[in-house]
């Protein structure tokens, strides 16, 4: 009898499912051809849920690999949602580059790179630009301060963590901002100078026309520095930073034009975000 030998060409594995301690991540489902001599010759993975889908083809020792997405929302960290989404780069057993990252999102856009790195502990690191995405829907992603406006802003970010559950629990993150048309929903600059010196809580609302500053995330701790702040007849700069524990410390300086004066004053901030105070 003539020895018969079975030859796979093609694998589809259909609604995998991943828990992680705390997570659950989407289901997926992946196709997979193979050569006639049992090597990947490409392969296609998509979310069940979402639009998205990622595909790999052999490139020396890695896989390139181009995603692209109508609609993801991501399962791990902040769940920051895009409307539309292409990446593409090169994968391997302990890495994931990402060379061009463009999306939609928040009613903006996003461009810029990213890495992933497992050969060890989990890593991530990325440069992005973002133009116009709307803090409205974004902001509450990331904390109690409520804020609207439309942000512009080029950030650097590098985190680690021993699992991947908790790799974007405390990012270091440095970024550069400029928020147009916009209202900060936690204080109100207004009544802070209203009320200096006697320690006071200033909780309300300042709108504005453009606010601008610089952001660094360190061990939980935000620092936000070179503020300047337009709004109408006031302008207002400084510095603060927010503690892990959502204390506050900085200050403000404030110069107000009215018709019959003109209004100078410096505040110290104390408080914490959800009751701000100034002394």
């Known amino acids: ?31 997979i051809s193979l050569t006639p001599l049992g090597q990947i010759a490409s392969a296609t993975v ?10 790999l083809m052999p490139l ?8 692209s997405a109508k609609k993801l929302t991501l399962p791990i960290g902040a769940p920051i949602s895009f409307q ?3 990446a593409d780069g090169f994968v391997n057993a302990h890495a994931l580059n990402l060379e061009h990252v463009q999306a939609t999102f ?7 790179n990213s890495s992933f790195d497992w050969s060890a502990d989990w890593r991530a ?4 630009t973002i133009q116009e995405a709307s803090l409205e829907g974004l902001a509450p992603n990331f904390g109690t301060i409520q804020a609207k406006g439309d942000l512009s802003t080029e950030l650097d970010f590098s985190t680690s963590a021993t699992d991947v559950e908790t790799l974007f629990d405390k990012p270091m993150l440095k970024a550069r901002f400029t928020i147009e048309k916009g209202e900060i929903g936690w204080i109100d600059i207004i009544r802070a100078i209203q009320v200096a010196k006697k320690n006071m809580a200033i909780n309300g609302t300042t709108n504005f026309d453009q606010l601008s500053g610089q952001l660094s995330i360190n061990n939980g701790r935000y620092t936000f520095e070179q503020l300047a702040l337009k709004s109408g007849n006031m302008r207002a700069t400084g510095a603060f930073s927010i ?3 959502q204390q506050l410390k900085g200050n403000i300086r404030v110069n107000l034009n009215t018709a019959s004066r003109n209004v ?15 002394k």
């Open 46 to 55: 998509s979310l069940k849920e979402q639009a998205a889908t990622a595909k």
């Open 264 to 278: 100078k004053s410096t505040l110290q901030l104390s408080g914490s975000t959800p009751h701000p105070r100034t």
């Open 1 to 31: 009898l003539a020895q018969s030998e079975l030859q796979i060409t093609h694998i589809s594995l259909r609604d995998i499912n991943i828990q992680l301690n705390n997570t659950k991540l989407p289901s997926f489902e992946a196709t």
């Open 125 to 128: 690191t990325g440069k992005l």
């Open 84 to 86: 539309a989404l292409k």
């Open 106 to 112: 928040y009613g903006g856009n996003i461009e810029g």
């Open 60 to 67: 020396g020792n890695d896989y390139k690999v181009s995603i």
């Open 243 to 245: 503690q892990e524990n």
